[in-house]
């Protein structure tokens, strides 16, 4: 008896749109970028064809440096096509990407960065001046530089922020400490969510945010040991959902949680900027003063204009 022919090969390339955008969805935007989309003419006409693929772009715990990572993200913000709203990224993004992102989205809704040292405020206020309602920011171990005033101001309904760090043990002043908090404190009133993981505040600037932010539904304060709970803080406190103390349990963190010991030959480091040292807190500016930062920033933006 004879044998059945064998059954004919799968037609990949003739997949219909709707079942190559269900598998271009799930291997995500690396996928997609580096292999997925270019196997035949009809997966990239799908791949670099469908905004809606690119809405969420996820370019996170992916970094190679043998890769041009910049240019990948490029491909991602122009394939959605001005409707990228989520955007996540370890170690490559700088405050270029952010401005080349500002000139081709106005609906961004939510932006993770992870270690991310070359990002400044000045990208961030970039994205705000077309994103505005951005409601979800995450800077985990990225510059200590950034103006969280200058970040609250460009994105008026932030409702998430993890501003995270790694804890060293050094003495600091406590108004170099505190500043960032107080910052948040001053100019992100609709905060629901906020993650201090590892920061410097002390029980004053805390106070502050409890005061202030009067919308606050958690707070993750973990590894923050300036801070002390003292009955005060325990009644400010009372009204929040969720709150984890300076010594909880970091298992369920989502990035290293480690704490560095700096000898005093090494302080100079901690506050050195593109290689340079200098001798004042970031946030009482240096020979660059605010006005250039102002003018800078006009210039960088000039070509958003509508």
Not at 24 to 36: D, H, I, S, T
Not at 54 to 78: G, H, K, N
Request: glycine share 4%.
């Amino acid at each position: 008896m004879a044998s059945p022919p064998p059954s004919p090969e799968p037609d990949w390339a003739g997949l219909p749109d709707d079942a190559l955008l269900t598998v271009f969805e799930r291997l995500g935007a690396p996928e997609v970028l580096m292999g997925a989309g270019v196997v035949c003419r009809n997966w990239l006409r799908v791949a670099t064809g469908e905004p809606d693929l690119w809405r969420r772009v996820d370019l996170s715990d992916c970094f190679d440096p043998t890769i041009d990572m910049v240019a990948m993200a490029c491909a991602a913000v122009d394939r959605a096509d001005g409707r990228l709203e989520h955007f996540a990224a370890d170690c490559f993004v700088t405050d270029a990407l952010l401005f080349y992102m500002a000139k081709r989205t106005n609906g961004l809704k939510s932006l993770r960065l992870v270690n991310c040292m070359k990002v400044s405020h000045k990208g961030l206020v970039a994205l705000g001046k077309r994103s505005p309602h951005l409601e979800e920011l995450e800077l985990t171990t990225c510059s200590i530089y950034i103006s969280m005033k200058a970040v609250g101001q460009a994105f008026p309904q932030l409702k998430r922020l993890r501003l995270n760090n790694r804890w060293v043990n050094v003495e600091c002043e406590e108004q170099f400490d505190n500043h960032r908090a107080l910052d948040i404190a001053s100019n992100m009133p609709e905060l629901r969510h906020l993650q201090l993981f590892a920061n410097r505040l002390h029980n004053s600037a805390l106070a502050a945010i409890l005061d202030n932010c009067h919308h606050l539904e958690s707070l993750d304060l973990r590894q923050c040991f300036n801070i002390h709970i003292d009955a005060e803080l325990r009644a400010k406190c009372a009204r929040l959902r969720d709150v984890r103390l300076p010594k909880d349990s970091t298992n369920d963190y989502d990035h290293e949680a480690y704490i560095e010991t700096l000898e005093l030959n090494s302080l100079p480091l901690l506050f050195a900027h593109d290689g340079v040292f200098t001798q004042q807190y970031p946030f009482h500016g240096s020979d660059h003063s605010d006005e250039d930062d102002q003018e800078d920033l006009d210039v960088a933006l000039g070509h958003l204009a509508l």
